[in-house]
C-alpha cells in the first residue's frame, strides 16, 4: 500500500519560510518523480514544483521561481519543499505526488497522492 505523507505546513506571516516534508512508503521511491501542487479555495489545483527521480532536473512554477526549492533525500524516501520569501497568494493546501513520467506538470500523470498540508501566509 502507497503512502504519501506531508508534514511541515502552518501558520506563517508574508516574507517567512517553511519546510515541507513528504515521506513515501511502500513504492520504489528512487525510481519516480516527485511533484508538489497546491489547492486555494475556490480555484483549481496547480503545479508547483517536480524533481525527477534521480534529483538531478528540478521544475518550477513561474509564481514560485526563487522562493522556493525541491531537493529529495532518495535513502530516506523523502521529498521536501522549502519555501521562503512567503506571499498571502501561497495559501493553499500542497500536495506531494508521484510520478513515474516525465510530464511533471500534468496531474494527471501522478499516481500515487498525499493528503495534503495546509500553508497559511497571513499578510
Known amino acids: 500500500q502507497v503512502q504519501l505523507v506531508e508534514s511541515g505546513g502552518g501558520l506563517v506571516q508574508a516574507g517567512g519560510s517553511l519546510r515541507l516534508s513528504c515521506a513515501a512508503s511502500?513504492?520504489?521511491?528512487?525510481?519516480?518523480?516527485m511533484g508538489w501542487f497546491r489547492q486555494a479555495p475556490g480555484k483549481v489545483r496547480e503545479f508547483v514544483t517536480a524533481i525527477s527521480w534521480s534529483g538531478g532536473s528540478t521544475y518550477y512554477a513561474d509564481s514560485v521561481k526563487g522562493r522556493f526549492t525541491i531537493s529529495r533525500e532518495n535513502a530516506k524516501n523523502t521529498v521536501y519543499l522549502q519555501m521562503n520569501s512567503l506571499k498571502p497568494e501561497d495559501t493553499a493546501v500542497y500536495s506531494c505526488?508521484?510520478?513515474?513520467?516525465?510530464?511533471?506538470?500534468?496531474?494527471?500523470?501522478?499516481?500515487?497522492w498525499g493528503q495534503g498540508t495546509q500553508v497559511t501566509v497571513s499578510s
Open positions: 511502500g513504492l520504489t521511491f528512487s525510481t519516480y518523480g
Open positions: 505526488a508521484a510520478t513515474p513520467y516525465a510530464k511533471y506538470e500534468v496531474p494527471e500523470y501522478y499516481n500515487y
